[in-house]
């Protein structure tokens, strides 16, 4: 008996195609968010563990002004320590171009003969540099392909004041720089920022570390107590100047891809559920409205012996066959698209190979959550079925009381025509249906709305970091603190306007059983070239009575106004001070934690010392400020804002942001999806009526206009209430794009 039913329904897919093409759109546009998030996740976990087990990424990171080599054999010793490597870390400056600012570069020695124990490099061409030639060296794949670098080029690198020339032998790729950022940058620059391996001997002379190491690499066995190795490596290593080891999680690199990977994860839980939700939704009034449509036809089934679950059945196979035709679809999108993203995601985090792979369980969750979304829109209509009797539904309905009817008298009636009264009475007749459609026009529109508040925001962060908070014109970093004389000496140089020096201190904050791992940055009391802004953007001058916090690291640490936080300094004698919260600012990007300079310095216990600062220069004096900076063996690094602020904007735009422009145009497929299907809907329920108003004598445009302004007016109320929802999915979406970083 279910032969005449499948005929039927093949019959209504084919007089539905258009509407069941948008709504299986729909469904795809959610499943594919779903796959590809899942896929993304997924690829980038499995290739960034995969990297750092091939390449024997360290577990642990012990920094040291310098320590004698003979210290490894003790911490070989530590309990739950498998693997020691010890190794000269540095800063230098790479000089292209005579007037362009140096390049900043990061200096790693590499053992007398063959891989490191621990951080092996991934050689893309060449080979190894040998012991017998100290000026040999491999340059960071990046690097070297944003400026043409080749096998046997030179490179003149300023090493810890000391001008030497390089020769490079290869290139080569590194877990531990998986995201190559210069320090204090936020987004990876190939042309602006470079790592250079060289051996051993030739950096010992260049850093005076004949004998000795700044840094040492400790791999761990599984199940070691991480507290305890960093507790005892510390100790061991404070007679040296140790700065405080720290764990893998805290390198740069691997903080970046951890927030990305949590950060799509997050959007994959909250994000593809909205594009479900809403083809349930569209579901559900489709549905409702061809039942209502087919109410004759229902109880004809009836009266030929189809019982109401043969007869829901039949209506629910066609809405099955939608839901997974859609999902089909979005698992096959949401592969290709994830492939294509992923590669995009290769461009930033430097990935010598890249397992893009989808989680089976993820096609079976996405489908089944389709299904059962589709499922959940389908029962609430299919209600109607199990209580029609075949001799009340082969009945027409009863016809509207029209008695009650709203009346145009006065001036309305004089201001509206006769095919706006039919419009507004349609409205009145019908509330619910107009509801119906009026949220879910409101319920597309939401997700456009958010999409594109997200893009503004993305742009507003960067007008506001970089226009009205940082407004120099470059940054000057210092190989250690110097100083203040440096700011009158600096002051002095032609073409500098206006220098504002600033001091940033590593530490380790703790509040209670918090803690994290970041910076004090110290500014003078009124600072005019960078400013912490407030809510309002009114400037929020730093304190001397106690840390202006981050919003963002006050929630990390739980910590508000008034309380006291323990900060273990990570640098020069590393004390450990106490220093109250004087308040909690709105910052944009990062986790940055300000306090008044001098009184920054009078607690270290070091007056008058300055890390970095920013300048506002003279544009037809720069190349002169460069060649001069070049000279001052004391600056470790050159930035320059509008560099940095392009950098950035390109990442969000072509990397980690580009997810934001993809949900943007399934947005789109969402709102198109909608109207149309209200549109198809409106006008099947107005074909009779419609030809009615042409027999009594209505122009064509006339009658259109019935049925356009009905879609015009459900737009119109649409719009106040999508802004709302989408102001407040937004903000869903925009947390999940956020992250401490």
């Not at 891809?257 to 083809?279: K, Y």
């Not at 019908?430 to 939401?446: C, D």
């Not at 270290?604 to 060649?627: G, M, Q, T």
Request: hydrophobic share 45%; aromatic share 8%; with cysteine.
């Amino acid at each position: 008996m279910s032969r005449p039913l499948d005929r039927k329904l093949l019959r209504d897919l084919a007089r539905m195609k258009g509407q069941a093409v948008a709504i299986a759109l729909v469904v795809a546009a959610g499943v594919l968010l779903l796959v590809m998030m899942d896929g993304l996740v997924n690829s980038l976990s499995t290739t960034r563990d995969a990297y750092y087990r091939q390449y024997r990424l360290a577990d642990v990171f012990a920094p040291v002004k310098r320590a004698p080599s003979y210290v490894a054999d003790s911490l070989s010793r530590i309990d739950g320590v498998a693997a020691v490597q010890t190794r000269i870390f540095g800063s230098a400056l790479i000089d292209l171009h005579p007037d362009r600012i140096p390049i900043r570069a990061q200096v790693v020695s590499l053992p007398e003969s063959g891989q490191p124990l621990l951080n092996q490099i991934h050689l893309t061409s060449g080979r190894l540099p040998e012991a017998t030639d100290p000026d040999e060296a491999v340059l960071l794949d990046g690097f070297a392909r944003a400026h043409g670098f080749r096998i046997g080029d030179g490179l003149t690198v300023n090493l810890n004041g000391s001008r030497r020339n390089l020769r490079i032998i290869g290139t080569a790729l590194s877990p531990e720089f998986l995201y190559p950022v210069a320090p204090g940058d936020m987004a990876p620059d190939d042309e602006r920022f470079a790592v250079i391996w060289a051996g051993r001997k030739a950096l010992e002379s260049a850093y005076d570390m004949e004998g000795a190491f700044n840094q040492a690499l400790l791999g761990l066995t599984p199940g070691a107590g991480i507290d305890g190795v960093l507790a005892t490596a510390d100790r061991m290593l404070k007679p040296f100047g140790s700065t405080g080891a720290y764990t893998r999680d805290d390198n740069v690199s691997e903080r970046f891809i951890s927030e990305e990977i949590s950060g799509l994860r997050g959007s994959s839980r909250t994000v593809p559920p909205v594009f479900l939700l809403i083809a349930a939704f569209l579901l559900y009034i489709v549905l409702s409205r061809t039942i209502q449509a087919e109410r004759q036809q229902v109880g004809l089934l009836k009266a030929f012996g189809y019982n109401s679950f043969e007869i829901g059945l039949h209506y629910l196979k066609f809405i099955m066959i939608i839901a997974v035709a859609g999902s089909a679809l979005g698992c096959l999108l949401g592969v290709v698209s994830g492939r294509r993203l992923a590669g995009v995601y290769q461009l930033y985090y430097k990935f010598p190979f890249l397992y893009f792979s989808v989680d089976p369980m993820a096609f079976i969750s996405a489908i089944g959550t389709s299904l059962i979304s589709a499922m959940a829109g389908g029962a609430l209509a299919l209600r109607r079925i199990f209580g029609l009797m075949p001799a009340v539904a082969m009945q027409p309905p009863s016809p509207p009381d029209y008695s009650h009817s709203i009346s145009f008298g006065g001036r309305a009636g004089r201001i509206l025509d006769q095919t706006s009264k039919i419009i507004v009475r349609r409205f009145v007749h019908h509330p619910w249906r107009a509801f119906v459609s009026v949220a879910g026009i409101s319920a597309g529109m939401a997700l456009s709305v958010s999409m594109h508040s997200l893009m503004s925001s993305f742009n507003s962060t960067m007008n506001l970091t970089f226009e009205l908070m940082d407004r120099s014109d470059l940054t000057l970093t210092f190989a250690e603190p110097l100083s203040e004389t440096v700011v009158h000496e600096l002051q002095s140089m032609e073409g500098v306007i206006e220098v504002e020096p600033s001091r940033n201190v590593p530490v380790i904050f703790h509040h209670g059983r918090r803690s994290w791992r970041g910076t004090v940055t110290g500014l003078v009391a009124s600072p005019e070239l960078y400013r912490v802004l407030d809510r309002d953007q009114n400037p929020a001058y730093v304190r001397a009575d106690g840390v202006l916090l981050g919003r963002a690291l006050a929630d990390i640490l739980d910590v508000r106004p008034g309380g006291v936080l323990r900060l273990d300094v990570r640098e020069g004698r590393c004390p450990t001070i106490e220093i109250p919260v004087a308040g909690v600012v709105d910052t944009f990007i990062g986790a940055p934690a300000f306090f008044e300079l001098d009184q920054l310095n009078r607690v270290l216990r070091e007056p008058n010392r300055v890390s970095c600062a920013y300048l506002r220069i003279d544009s037809h004096r720069k190349d002169e400020l460069f060649r001069q900076f070049k000279q001052m063996p004391a600056i470790a690094g050159v930035s320059l804002k509008q560099e940095t602020r392009d950098s950035l904007q390109e990442l969000l735009d072509s990397g980690a942001g580009a997810m934001r422009f993809i949900m943007a145009a399934i947005a789109a497929v969402i709102t198109f999806g909608i109207v149309y299907n209200s549109a198809r809907i409106a006008f099947a329920e107005m074909a009779s009526d419609l030809a009615i108003l042409r027999v009594l004598g209505f122009s064509r445009g006339e009658t259109a206009s019935v049925l356009l302004g009905e879609l015009t007016l459900m737009t119109l109320m649409a719009i106040p209430i999508g802004m709302a929802f989408g102001v407040y999915l937004n903000h869903i979406i925009a947390t999940g794009f956020s992250n401490d970083i």
